[in-house]
């Protein structure tokens, strides 16, 4: 992904595109569309790497039987996730609290390149999913 804002955008785009060509588009994760639930955080995530890392960025979505893995590649270094939530007048670290509240799981790997964030949903036991 290019590394401008605009690719912020496009990645919330090509996040509800993929999700509706799996027919994931009307699955609800703890009440929520998880389109709008991914869209999220691939937002949070995508600005992340932005702001904190050098491009190039690659974002990928991936459906694994019936968990969906969404990650986030960079050239920046790698982090521990917090383990305190942030301070209520704190002006950051509230995208990594909302990623922590979206998902089922998530974690930051590293790779020769830099760090891959990852995050992923369990999806309902009655979709027939590949």
């Known amino acids: 992904m290019p590394s401008d804002l605009a690719a912020i955008g496009t990645a919330r785009r090509l996040t509800r595109d993929v999700l509706c060509e799996w027919d994931l588009a009307s699955v609800v994760w703890h009440s929520d569309p ?21 491009a190039p960025i690659v974002f990928s979505l991936r459906l694994l039987g019936r968990r969906l ?3 986030v590649a960079d050239r920046g270094q790698v982090w521990a996730p917090p383990e305190e939530p942030p301070d209520p007048l704190d002006e950051h670290r509230r995208g990594l609290a909302i990623v922590n509240a979206s998902v089922d799981c998530w974690g930051v790997d590293a790779t020769p390149e830099g760090k891959t964030v990852w995050c992923q949903w369990d999806l309902p036991s009655c979709l027939d999913t590949p």
Request: glycine share 4%; charged share 25%.
């Open 34 to 54: 998880i389109y709008e639930v991914v869209e999220l955080v691939v937002s949070e995530l995508v600005t992340n790497a932005m702001v904190h890392a050098d």
């Open 69 to 71: 893995r969404g990650e």
